[in-house]
Structures are given as C-alpha cells and as structure tokens.
C-alpha cells in the first residue's frame, strides 16, 4: 500500500484480525516521509456471498439490504443505527460460517437473522419474521 500523505512505499508493522466482524487492522510506516497510520481491511462480500433464492437463482449478497432489513426491525430502539450496524456485524459474521462454497440459502440468511434478533429484542424479531417472512419450498 502506499502512504496516505506522501505516496510513498509503506511497511506493516503490526496487524490483528478482528474478533467480532471478518477484518483485518493494521498499523502501517511510511519508507519516505516516515508517517506512521492505521488501514482496516475487510472482504468484499458481495463477491465472497451469494444467496440461492427459492426458485434456484443466485443473487449477489448486499450488507446494505442486510443492514436497512435489521434498522427497519430496530426503529422503535433509540440507538436504531448504532444497534443495527453491530448486529448486522454479527450476522455477516455467522452467515460467513454458515456458507457452502460460497453460497447460502435464502431461508437460512432469514434463520440467522432472526435467531440473532431474538437473542437481542424480541420485538425486533417478531417484525423482522412479520416483514421477512421465512417461507419453506
């Protein structure tokens, strides 16, 4: 990579993945103008996730209708966005280990969701599977 303020070569000299949510932190040092700053790094996943939808398609997983589907659930919540980002975090998380080949069911995105939900507040859940609905082949 190369340096925010100078363009210059830089180097890694420390790097921890996250706990939480499937990224990369790390502290970069510039060869040139010896600044010293912090990238994060996380995959692209609407190329690493598809979704299989009931009739068979694949469509191309999006964090951002994940995270308006999870704000929509928390609105009655005062801290809606700040909840809503974590949670959808959370979910990337698990719906990353619940993947086969890259690819997961429609139905089981909408499992993950709700079963995180309900841990979080049940009402939230009880909108999301009344707007979500999870409708078995």
Same mark, same amino acid.
């Given at each position: 990579?190369?340096?925010?303020?100078?363009?210059?070569?830089?180097? !890694?000299?420390?790097?921890?993945?996250?706990?939480?949510?499937?990224?990369?932190?790390?502290?970069?040092?510039?060869? &040139?103008? &010896?600044?010293?700053?912090?990238?994060?790094?996380?995959?692209?996943?609407? !190329?690493?996730?598809?979704?299989?939808?009931?009739?068979?398609?694949?469509?191309?997983?999006?964090?951002?209708?994940?995270? !308006?589907?999870?704000?929509?659930? *928390?609105?009655?919540?005062?801290?809606?966005? &700040?909840?809503?980002?974590?949670?959808? @975090?959370?979910?990337?998380?698990?719906? *990353? #280990?619940?993947?086969? @080949?890259? #690819?997961?069911?429609?139905?089981? *995105?909408?499992? !993950?969701?709700?079963?995180?939900? &309900?841990?979080?507040?049940?009402? #939230?859940?009880?909108?999301?599977? #009344?707007?979500?609905? @999870?409708?078995? @082949?």
């Amino acid at each position: 990579m190369v340096c925010i303020y100078c363009g210059g070569n830089t180097r !890694v000299t420390n790097s921890r993945s996250s706990k939480k949510n499937p990224g990369i932190w790390r502290r970069r040092h510039c060869d &040139n103008c &010896n600044a010293i700053f912090t990238t994060s790094e996380s995959p692209d996943l609407s !190329v690493s996730i598809s979704v299989i939808k009931r009739e068979g398609s694949l469509e191309t997983f999006s964090i951002d209708d994940l995270y !308006v589907s999870i704000f929509k659930s *928390l609105s009655h919540r005062r801290e809606a966005l &700040n909840d809503a980002r974590h949670l959808t @975090n959370t979910i990337t998380t698990k719906l *990353l #280990a619940e993947c086969i @080949n890259g #690819a997961i069911k429609i139905d089981a *995105l909408k499992i !993950v969701c709700l079963d995180t939900l &309900n841990k979080f507040d049940k009402a #939230a859940a009880t909108y999301y599977s #009344a707007y979500y609905p @999870n409708k078995p @082949n």
